[in-house]
């Protein structure tokens, strides 16, 4: 019976040992495959990192040229409105001082008008014709003798 206890034990060592053995490859294989992938995700790791590196490299003076032409531009807009606000300040000035020449001398203006109609056109037409007749003499007389 010793024999048969004998046995049996060897029968189940050698199907423990088998077990254990079908385990570690079992095991081992899936550490080929863990390593298999976790090469394959460094190596597309480091791939998007060259494509990264490579898209700020040919981006980057772009977006420098870009951006200096936007300060450029914007530097021009400041002197262009800081030329616009002299000039309407030019113009509000000049409008000021027109209306305050207009207001100061309104009343020279009226009282012109008011001496161009009191004039009494008639009487000047009349003095004017009297005038030619009497110088008219004369005229003739000087204008004949110098002939």
């Known amino acids: 019976m010793e024999e048969n206890k004998n046995v049996v034990t060897n029968s189940e060592t050698e199907n423990n040992n088998e077990t254990e053995l079908d385990v570690l490859k079992e095991l081992r294989n899936n550490s080929q495959k863990q390593s298999f992938y976790a090469k394959l995700a460094a ?19 772009q977006v420098k040229n870009t951006v200096n032409k936007v300060n450029a531009l914007a530097d021009r ?30 009343e020279n203006f009226a009282d012109s008008i008011e001496n161009l109609s009191n004039l009494d056109f008639d009487g000047l037409n009349q003095a004017i014709s009297d005038l030619q007749d009497a110088v008219g003499p004369f005229a003739k007389l000087f204008g004949s003798s110098g002939k």
């Open 43 to 61: 190596y597309f790791t480091g791939g998007i990192f060259v494509v990264v590196a490579i898209a700020i490299i040919v981006v980057l003076p």
């Open 77 to 106: 807009a400041e002197t262009t409105i800081d030329d616009a606000e002299a000039m309407i300040e030019s113009v509000t000035e000049t409008s000021n001082n027109a209306n305050e020449i207009i207001i100061n001398n309104s």
